[in-house]
């Protein structure tokens, strides 16, 4: 896949089928937005591209910082793990968030070389969100490309969408959340040293450094697949503070994984939540902190003993 970012100036020389969004989430909405893709390129030869903005465009009109479900790293690894020949992180500068609807399209058709644009019903884009999959269609005739609109998908009665699998992540539906992924949800990050609390009590574990802006799940202790390069393992990670380690400690993300003992310091991780086991608790002593992560990691073998 190749990724452009960090400039207005992007070309495609080749022909190209497109859909473009914030795709916070990517949930399976967007998976058929991205099969869609797949089968333009398999039928018609047309490259595939992925067209979002570096930052959530809300974020820059309200001013107002949205924690998101994927950050921009985690996206660039679902969309290659997905197949996309091009990913455009388009910077939301004062001239993209003012150019008017026409012009947005076209300048977006004729630089990438657009022969096909595939869009939800609900997609809108260009000043004040004035856009829609209906001008889309108005302009095809007049710049020679084809519109695909797909109808949003449904659960519950309600779309899927971003906000509704943030409310399930904020209420700790985790299992409700990755229905509506598709996926498990996950963080992604570096690996880094911790205070090694874990290592004295004979349950070390792996701190990550996450970026400030990931939506995390409520504080507590999930049943958790970790994966280290190409291999998964399970494991059981600790959201929170600690509470139970004296200090003023940061919210964080800590993971023992079962029979595992490499050094991944500085290591790039990913780690995905399957199932609540319990919230976080302070202990009145490091064995009583000992004696429940142990019963822990026992109901989290046991658990994926019954699911897989």
């Known amino acids: 896949m190749e990724f452009i970012n960090k400039t207005l100036d992007f070309h495609v020389g080749e022909p190209s089928v497109i859909t473009m969004g914030k795709f916070d989430g990517l949930h ?18 047309l490259k595939s591209i992925v067209f979002t903005f570096d930052i959530p465009p809300k974020s820059e009109v309200t001013g107002v910082e949205a ?8 996206k660039r690894y679902i969309f290659e793990e997905a197949g996309v020949d091009y990913l455009i992180e388009c910077p939301f500068t004062k001239k993209v968030m003012c150019m008017e609807p026409r012009a947005f399209v076209e300048w977006i ?12 019903n609900d997609f809108h884009f260009g000043h004040k969100r004035a856009g829609d999959y209906q001008l889309l269609q108005e302009m095809s005739k ?7 609109v797909l109808n949003k998908l449904k659960e519950d009665n309600r779309d899927i969408s971003s906000t509704f699998i943030r409310e399930e992540i904020a209420k700790g539906n985790i299992k409700k959340a990755n229905h509506l992924l598709g996926y498990s949800y996950f963080v ?3 690996v880094v040293h911790g205070k090694k609390i874990g290592r004295t009590i004979g349950i070390p574990t792996v701190n990550l450094i996450l970026s400030e802006d990931k939506l995390l799940p409520p504080f507590g202790v999930y049943a ?17 503070r600690k509470p139970t380690i004296a200090g003023n400690n940061p919210i964080g993300v800590e993971t023992y994984i079962i029979d595992f003992s490499q050094d991944v310091y500085d290591e790039i991780i990913t780690v995905r939540f399957t199932e609540f086991l319990r919230p976080e608790k302070k202990f009145d002593s490091i064995e009583d902190l000992k004696y429940q992560m142990s019963a822990d990691i026992i109901k989290t073998i046991n658990y994926y003993k019954n699911v897989t």
Do not use: M, P, W
């Open 28 to 45: 399976r909405g967007h998976e058929t937005l991205i099969e869609i893709l797949k089968e333009k390129n398999a039928s018609e030869g």
């Open 67 to 74: 924690k998101v479900l994927t950050t921009n790293e985690e």
């Open 109 to 120: 058709v004729k630089s990438l070389n657009v022969k096909c644009i595939v869009v939800g």
């Open 142 to 148: 007049e710049l020679s490309y084809e519109v695909i």
């Open 188 to 190: 992604k990050g570096k």
């Open 224 to 240: 958790t697949r970790i994966q280290v390069k190409d291999k998964e393992y399970f494991g059981v990670t600790n959201v929170g």
